[in-house]
């Protein structure tokens, strides 16, 4: 008897789906039937599985659309099932925090790392991911071949084949990796590696959708804080994140080349950024960057033509968050809502909407981070902000998906702006609760702020400066303008008003004149244009009818203590009002002495001081704002965009009159700020430094380590015989600072800290100078001429002009050193006399000056 037979034929049969009889026994009897008829038996060739059927037996769960399959196997691995038909399109791919399980430290809905770009291609057995080049175009056929050759895809991924589905028709590859490292990240917190191995990172809930598809994962992260340059671990906390793929549009939005004159987001910060043009037309390569906008075209073009108000093709929706507190939610519609009215005036109706998260039965689809919907997302933690995020087509600037993240301590910053600002005239907010209506109409402006970011807008410091300080104090004038021409700016409410001011607003615009000009800049259809630079042209004839009128100025945004960005322009700074900041800030002060002496007795209900603390810190936070407001003037220099042939002029120093003034008045302030340590409220809190020394260093530090600086740039570019000069500036700071030292008066103990502040911000840099070896010294040399073509940026005008004001080198004409050292001879020679002739609490004070000044000297 054959036993190898029997036994092979008895492993096929046990291999058939549906065998009609199993056991060994009826196997064997049937064999030796066969076999007793003296005939042969072959089995028939069992069919080899595919590797698609392969991969299927690995898959444990996979979600489907015409757009993407994702397939999660048992091994904790992704892979994406991609069709053949969208090879070469365009995709967007990127992390967003869905949970944590501690909000102090990671926001739930936000984007922290911008997307990754990419296209999908198939060669022979490979799948490669690359980068499109969006940074050069041409009009010009005959360009197409260097374009090709010197501007090709980058490659950034290329991952092997796993199979192909039944049909061929999708290809099926590894992706694990790839949606790892699109993860949120910050630059305080990281996904833990070892998570995986120890078992606390998981796949979550894949979902795909018509034209986008998401993953959730579940990590650890590693919280980190940076301390004395060293990254030091915090915590871990564990976060469930969202990782979607975004498939963009085929059909291309026209673009809006940006024009600098209005602030708008571009893509000059976006994969992409500066964009050049190739054209016969021009000399060498054209820069440009475009807006960024939403994708909002006339329904019926005809009627709009006709100057009718139409719907648009596709609507902003925005879905707000079901968890939000239940007052919140109407100041919230409102604050979308408010921004169809400047869409109105360009002939679109109900552009923004609002609705409520819908429930599974009403959209079984709705999921807040599918990048469908743009949501309005409660973060309740105890940052005190709102932000407004969005995710923008590299190519043509279209905004393609939105968030505004409202944080729960927002309300407490409303009461604290509130109070500080307003309680003079206002006795609603003089309490530890706001009523309901100062809520409402505060929320309104900090959501219709950040909705206005995610249309595009950036901010615009510089629209409060163009309203006139008294008309601050105008019932009719506010009613109509607010405190400002823009809700993009930082104005806040309204500190200049004061007691006995009936009827005037006290918050700023629900919407701007500026707010609805940049609206119809952006947005206006120029329909009879044949391409994106034609209708450039039409577009800004907008802007040059509005050039010169400085309610429709846009300011640079500017960014302190930044080597690359500058903050030279007094006119566009934040948290400031009005044109003259000497006047509000001297209406500010006088209204803040009047709340502070009164915090003790509006706030009643505050057992522990923990209220009117905070409070006392905002007070001594405003005042700071207007010290450092009308400090900004002291080598200011007003800055604009101005197109050639318009009105305005580009570079215009603060006359030499105001920086005097200025000057005076700051360091008049800095003598004199003794009222901050007002007895009835400061009695009741621990331990502490006076809060008018803290103020005093502060400032006196900014007068010597920021202004010389920007005195010297500002006196370089004003006209023969107006500069205030870096003598004009030294000559002013010592007689200001220490005019009482000079009488022979005696000091407050303000007046110590800033002469103290002032001799030590300058010796300490000239101390630590002869730590140099002489080979590090001969680097700080001018650059030739020739190496100067990066040191002198293009003009900031126009299409390719950057968002932030950048800095500017002053080493060519930087005078600092001298002047500081002649400033400490002025003040050893003062000392030297006063350590013994000086009154006797004032002697030991002297006798450091001069000590640190001698130090300083001798190196």
Known sequence: MNFKLIFAASVFLALLPFAPETSADAIFHKHKAKADTSKTVHAA?????????????????????????????????????????????????????????????????????????????????????????????????????????????????????????????????????????????????????????????????????????????????????????????????????????????????????????????????????????????????????????????????????????????????????????????????????????????????????????????????????????????????????????????????????????????????????????????????????????????????????????????????????????????????????????????????????????KGVRLTPPDLGVYDRYVIEWLYKPVLEADDMWEEAKIAQKLLDDKAGDPFYRYAPQQISGSKSYGCYDPSARSEDLGDDPIKASNYGTSNLKYILPNVAVWITDDPDNTHRSQLYSQIANQYNRYLNNVLAQVGGIYLNDVKDGTPGVPVRPVSKEVQRKSMQWVIGQLRSCSWLNESSVCDKFDVRVPMSNKIVASVSDNLVTVVPSNVMLSSANAKVGEAYSAKDFYDDLFSEAFVNSLSGRKLTSEEKTMQRNLVLSISKPMIAATNKSSVSASLDRVPALEELSDEFPECGFGEASQPYQKAVDISAIDETDGYNRQFLVRVQAMAKSKRQSGPLDDRAHYEYLYGKTSEALTK
Not at 346 to 365: A, H, L
């Open 45 to 501: 060739p069992r069919k080899k599985a595919t590797p698609y059927q392969k991969f299927l037996k690995e898959v444990s769960d996979s979600a489907g659309s015409d757009f993407l399959t994702i397939y999660k196997t048992g091994k904790e691995k992704i892979y994406l099932g991609y069709p053949k038909n969208l090879l070469g399109r365009r995709l967007l791919a990127g992390g967003t925090v869905s949970s944590v399980s501690d909000p102090s430290y990671i926001d739930v809905g936000y984007k922290y790392a911008a997307p990754v770009y990419f296209q999908v291609d198939l060669k022979d057995t490979l799948v490669v991911l690359s980068v499109p080049s969006v940074s050069v175009s041409s009009q010009d056929t005959s360009f197409s071949k260097a374009l090709e050759r010197n501007y090709s895809p980058r490659i950034f991924r290329i991952l092997p084949v796993k199979a192909f589905n039944k049909d061929s028709s999708t290809v099926i590859f590894e992706v694990t990796a790839l949606v790892n490292s699109l993860l949120p990240k910050g630059k305080d917190f990281a996904v833990d590696k070892s998570s995986s191995d120890n078992k606390t990172s998981s796949i979550g809930e894949i979902k795909a959708f018509s034209y986008n598809a998401s993953i959730k994962l579940f990590n650890n992260v590693n919280v980190t804080r940076t301390v004395f340059g060293f990254k030091v671990a915090v915590c871990d906390v564990s976060m469930s994140s969202t990782v979607s793929f975004l498939l963009l549009p085929q059909t291309l939005m026209r673009p809006r080349v940006q024009d600098s004159r209005v602030g708008v987001f571009s893509t000059s910060g976006i994969a992409g950024g500066t964009k050049l043009l190739l054209t016969n037309e021009d000399d060498g390569l054209r820069p440009y960057v475009l807006a960024n906008r939403w994708r909002l075209q006339p329904s019926d073009s005809a009627a709009w033509r006709r100057g009718e108000c139409v719907t648009v093709t596709k609507p902003i929706v925005w879905y707000v968050d079901d968890a939000f507190p239940q007052a919140w939610k109407a100041p919230i519609r409102n604050a979308v809502l408010t921004w169809n009215e400047a869409f109105e005036k360009i002939g679109f109706k109900d552009v923004m909407q609002v609705r409520d998260f819908p429930t599974k039965e009403e959209d079984p689809e709705f999921d807040p981070d599918n990048l469908k919907y743009n949501c309005l997302r409660f973060i309740p933690n105890a940052t005190m902000n709102a932000m407004g995020p969005s995710w923008v087509d590299p190519v043509t600037g279209e905004i393609l998906n939105a968030s505004v993240l409202v944080y729960n301590d927002v309300v407490r910053l409303i009461n604290n702006w509130r109070f500080v600002q307003t309680a003079q005239v206002d006795e609603r907010v003089r309490g530890k609760k706001l009523p309901p209506e100062i809520i409402e109409e505060s929320f309104v402006y900090v959501v219709s702020h950040e909705i206005g970011h995610t249309l595009g807008l950036m901010h615009n410091m510089g629209a409060s400066a163009s309203v006139p300080t008294d008309s601050l104090r105008s019932p009719s004038f506010t009613a109509r303008f607010g405190t400002t021409p823009s809700i993009m700016d930082y104005a806040r409410f309204n500190y200049v008003a004061q007691r006995g001011d």
